[in-house]
């Protein structure tokens, strides 16, 4: 299968492991990412709240490199550019005078045809039970908690995407390899990733709410696919604990788990970045 493929700014800085776990999980499963041409910023988070002309415009330049590549779908990993390219997207079909506005300012035909994808998805098309079959080893030891946070599914007129108050796409692939994933409270409550920067007491807080709640519910470890959840609920266990929180959880990409279970080790996921050390168990099923 091939996709295409839009990186956004995270996942070539701060999360470059969630690449690294993304194209070695995807390229066991003989998936093929073909990355957009001198991409740009996608303008989350900011650009919405100052100047909503210009927060479609850089997500629809995006937009228009992937039609010109001749491209049907378009995969990003980071739930908040899925998002603003989905937004974009929907806008730019149902205005033909929004079409022609955009395609002057990015100086590229956009039309807005290409179905964007996040990573649950992309493992959808592949298919749970294909994933079931090829995997070699079954992850029995992990309990997760399925964290969907925020943005995977809402607002849900525009993701249409699994149940944006009690989403179970994750919970439901990661049982079809053997792990045991936890009923519990906390999966769509938000992280504090917008506030990391003016608010690092209030992030600590509730960070620790959803760590707590997940542990109190019989969770070894905590799974996402986002970048911002996945460095907000690793790296703010250290500030919850200095506030007295004590918590010890640690953070998987969900390709990191799937890319267990189809045989990858620790190093070719790049799991050895995280401020939570992973239990050398659950790095050597």
Known sequence: MKFGYYPGCALHGSSSDYESSVRACLGKLDVQLEELQDWICCGATAAHSINHKLATALPARNLGIAEKMQ???LFAPCPMCSMELKKASDALQTSEELRAEMTQIVETPVQGS???LNLIQVFQQVGYDKIAEVATKKLDVFKPACYYGC???RPP???KFDDPEDPVSMDELLKKLGAQPVEWNCKTVCCGGGLTLC????VAAMTYRILQNAVDSGANCVVVACPMCEVNLDMRQADAKKLGLSVDVPIFYLTDLVGFALGLDAKALDVNRRFVS???????I
């Open 278 to 284: 992973i239990p050398q168990e659950m790095k050597n």
């Open 114 to 116: 290409v179905e964007v």
């Open 151 to 153: 943005l995977l599914t």
């Open 199 to 202: 608010d690092e007491a209030g």
């Open 157 to 159: 007129k525009t993701l």
């Open 71 to 73: 491209l049907t779908n």
